[in-house]
T-cell receptor
Framework: AQSVTQPDIHITVSEGASLELRCNYS??????LFWYVQSPGQGLQLLLK??????LVQGIKGFEAEFKRSQSSFNLRKPSVHWSDAAEYFC??????????FGAGTRLFVKA | KAGVTQTPRYLIKTRGQQVTLSCSPI?????VSWYQQTPGQGLQFLFE?????QRNKGNFPGRFSGRQFSNSRSEMNVSTLELGDSALYLC??????WGQGHGYTFGSGTRLTVV
């Protein structure tokens, strides 16, 4: 069965520093993969998606993610974090039965 | 264009009551999915609808039900509310089946508190 693991429950990064959020997936074939962001009290917003082609995917708000099949990973990165990036981030993979499996989420704290 | 609209944003209900939540997807989106989000369980799949047909339901009791109308708007209903039903209920619409290749557009959610 498909699954998604986000090993880090929370991460604290200084403003202006680089960011990497980890995601590992379990999937039988080449997966579709997504990253979403959720600000407090809001719904989720799609940051980026991978379904084929280039393994480095560019998204909104300056985020990118790299698909590594050998490591079953799809890590999210940003070169320079802004205070407004503080939120919760979810990695996700579509699953059988017309649903999507979400990771547990990683909460990002940004310190001044 | 307008995003996914969920109403109401907040609800407080008493145990044993029932509640109906509404979701209007993005115009042209025919797939509507519902998720329950809680601190302990994260995002849990409730239902998916496509062209008025429920194609899948998650592992929730029969107290949870839903439907989709011909204009793609969807409602979900929870009867005999329990304290554990307190959660953020998120609606997501997709242009194609279950977001494959496109992903979801989410509404802001309905925060349900059962007291």
């Amino acid at each position: 069965a498909q699954s998604v693991t986000q090993p880090d429950i929370h991460i604290t990064v200084s403003e202006g520093a680089s960011l990497e959020l980890r995601c590992n997936y379990s999937y039988g074939a080449t997966p579709y993969l997504f990253w979403y962001v959720q600000s407090p009290g809001q719904g989720l917003q799609l940051l980026l998606k991978y379904f084929s082609g280039d393994t480095l995917v560019q998204g909104i708000k300056g985020f990118e993610a790299e698909f590594k099949r050998s490591q079953s990973s799809f890590n999210l990165r940003k070169p320079s974090v802004h205070w407004s990036d503080a939120a919760e981030y979810f990695c996700a993979v579509p699953s059988k039965g017309f649903k999507t499996i979400f990771g547990a989420g990683t909460r990002l704290f940004v310190k001044a | 264009k307008a995003g996914v609209t969920q109403t109401p944003r907040y609800l407080i209900k008493t145990r044993g009551q029932q509640v109906t939540l509404s979701c209007s997807p993005i115009s042209g989106h025919r797939s509507v999915s519902w998720y329950q989000q809680t601190p302990g369980q994260g995002l849990q799949f409730l239902f998916e609808y496509f062209s008025e047909t429920q194609r899948n339901k998650g592992n929730f009791p029969g107290r949870f039900s839903g439907r989709q109308f011909s204009n793609s708007r969807s409602e979900m209903n929870v009867s005999t509310l329990e304290l554990g039903d307190s959660a953020l209920y998120l609606c997501a619409s997709s242009l194609v089946s279950w977001g494959q290749g496109h992903g979801y557009t989410f509404g802001s959610g309905t925060r349900l508190t059962v007291v």
